[in-house]
């Protein structure tokens, strides 16, 4: 990716191309590799391949089988392996390196969630299967328990056994350039989905016009959040009710007016609370 960048701008700094052409010469998974990270082309070769899924959310990711979100934690380098994902996988999936699923497709919980923290994940990894009383899942003639490695790449959808080096992400002041030619080129304004302040912050930081949609069921997906948005989808008719949608008000209040705020008079597409109740609701007797 590196190497296609530099010699696309060296070719309109030696005015053998325009800016135009060279943009159109550097293919878009590049761009999103120097974002993302990759794999360290080096060590490809050795690599032992497991199975491959859908590349559902860009990025590498290098870390620890971990199958209970619950129990994956700050500073450890995990991969979250789960059948599917939900809402209360959340904090889980936020402190992991990368999320992998059984099930699911670029539309699922995972996807969805992983590709809005920008964070790598792989769905419908249907060959693995997971045994959650020896803690193992065996993917082939492989068996891993608990604890091993394993690489994965958002990118390819595919999963490797162990540990592979990373070449990590760079922003640099070349690809910065590459993409304030593409801003002066542009023929329509380009917007973002953002769900949470957070989001807004980071897409107008790459130079979104806007927010194109704001899916504000989203914003109840954090752990400290989806105990309210439960308690209105449950509680009985009448003053509980009542009580609920006061508490969703003033939640969405705040994180509106930090997104507001962010945009600063940028125009911010809201999609009304439609919530998907299936997302929202337990799925085990112990949730």
Known sequence: PEASLKIAMDMVKENILTKEEAILKV?????????????DEKFMKEAVFLTKGLAASSGVAVGR????????????????????TS????????????????KGGATSHGAVVARGMGKCCVTGCSEIKIDEIKRTMTVGEYVLKEGDFISV?????????GKIPLKENSFSDELKEFISWAADVKRMEVRMNADTPEDAKQGKSFGAAGIGLCRTEHMFFKHDKIWAIRDFILSDRGEEKKKSLKKLFELQKKDFLEIL???????????????????????????
């Open 261 to 287: 705020e962010i945009l600063d008079g940028s125009e911010v597409n809201v999609r009304l609370l439609d919530p998907p109740v299936h997302e929202f609701l337990p799925k085990t007797k112990e949730d």
């Open 65 to 84: 089988i971990m199958f209970d979100s619950k129990k994956v934690k700050i500073r450890e380098k995990t991969i979250l392996v789960r059948e599917e």
């Open 27 to 39: 293919e878009p998974s590049s761009i999103n590799k120097l974002l993302n990270g990759d794999f």
């Open 153 to 161: 790449s958002g990118h390819t959808g595919e999963i490797f056994l």
């Open 87 to 102: 809402p209360e996988d959340l904090q889980g999936m936020t402190l992991a390196q990368g999320i992998v699923t059984l």
